[in-house]
């Protein structure tokens, strides 16, 4: 699992069929501080997450797996992280 910010949404008119009804996000991935890392990716959102939100996603079949029916996707939001204590 992958932390990561919610930083758009994707509007797509044409969608895969099993996607249809389903809510795409633009997730910027961070590290556990909310630091940026790495280039914004697609997500399919799974748990209802919201703009701004700090969240976790998981990639690859992983995120296929998450989703009803295994659609060709890579990326899926799975949770939403509501703290995260760190020991240093």
Do not use: C
Not at 35 to 55: K, N, Q, R, Y
């Amino acid at each position: 699992m992958n932390p990561g910010l919610v930083v758009g949404r994707v509007v797509a008119t044409q969608k895969y069929h099993s996607l249809i009804g389903t809510k795409l996000l633009l997730i910027q991935p961070t590290d556990w501080q909310q630091d940026p890392h790495g280039d914004p990716l697609i997500a399919v959102d799974t748990v209802g997450a919201g703009a701004e939100e700090f969240v976790f996603y998981v990639s690859s079949r992983e995120a296929a797996v998450a989703h009803k029916e295994i659609p060709p996707i890579d990326a899926a939001v799975v949770g939403i992280i509501d703290g995260v204590h760190l020991e240093e």
